[in-house]
T-cell receptor
Framework: SQQGEEDPQALSIQEGENATMNCSYK?????LQWYRQNSGRGLVHLIL?????REKHSGRLRVTLDTSKKSSSLLITASRAADTASYFC?????????????FGQGTRLTINP | NAGVTQTPKFQVLKTGQSMTLQCAQD?????MSWYRQDPGMGLRLIHY???????DQGEVPNGYNVSRSTTEDFPLRLLSAAPSQTSVYFC?????????FGSGTRLTVV
């Protein structure tokens, strides 16, 4: 079974608004990553947050991690039409030597002009 | 750098046929993985490798084989294709941080 569950499954907002997506996971992790996938394309890595970090920023992206609740959130500020895509969280489990990235089912984000 | 290159981009197989999906990376990444993505779903891990000569199973390994004889290449073999293997397959590689993904192979088994 997949490690992560994302909420909501789909999100539609107006351009310029902020978009927040949530991810919950089941087991202890080494790190958590967020990816974007445009329709029909491969995945693009957005940001990685380690288990000892609580918040990370990259441009208009802000990621938080709460290991006590086993959850993370991705905030996209001042959304643009080009942000329309599916967003996935993925975790690397805290197992020595393991490097397998386990994905959630994703949030489909639509930015309306 | 070409990144992660997957070939072919599209493939149609008949049930029972075998084939190899190719994946190559030129970034000297240790870690490589194969995923499948079915409509409306996230990616499920098929097999992964932490270095040349070392592979391990992911969530859905049945019906697939892998080998890693070089750092650069990580081919995925379908032994006897079944309609349930119709999917989009992604290869990815990493040095230990974020993964770089290929553009995918869309496979249809009829």
């Amino acid at each position: 079974s997949q490690q992560g569950e994302e909420d909501p499954q789909a999100l539609s907002i107006q351009e310029g608004e902020n978009a927040t997506m949530n991810c919950s996971y089941k087991t202890s992790i080494n790190n958590l990553q967020w990816y974007r996938q445009n329709s029909g394309r491969g995945l693009v890595h957005l940001i990685l947050i380690r288990s000892n970090e609580r918040e990370k920023h990259s441009g208009r992206l802000r990621v938080t991690l709460d290991t006590s609740k086993k959850s993370s959130s991705l905030l996209i500020t001042a959304s643009r039409a080009a942000d329309t895509a599916s967003y996935f969280c993925a975790t690397v489990p805290l197992i020595q030597g393991a490097q397998k990235l386990v994905f959630g089912q994703g949030t489909r984000l639509t930015i309306n002009p | 750098n070409a990144g992660v290159t997957q070939t072919p981009k599209f493939q149609v197989l008949k049930t029972g046929q075998s084939m190899t999906l190719q994946c190559a990376q030129d970034m000297n990444h240790e870690y490589m993985s194969w995923y499948r993505q079915d409509p409306g779903m996230g990616l499920r891990l098929i097999h992964y490798s932490v270095g040349a000569g070392i592979t391990d199973q992911g969530e859905v390994p049945n019906g697939y084989n892998v080998s890693r004889s070089t750092t650069e290449d990580f081919p995925l073999r379908l032994l006897s294709a079944a309609p349930s293997q119709t999917s989009v397959y992604f290869c990815a590689s990493s040095l230990g941080g974020g993964y770089t993904f290929g553009s995918g192979t869309r496979l249809t088994v009829v």
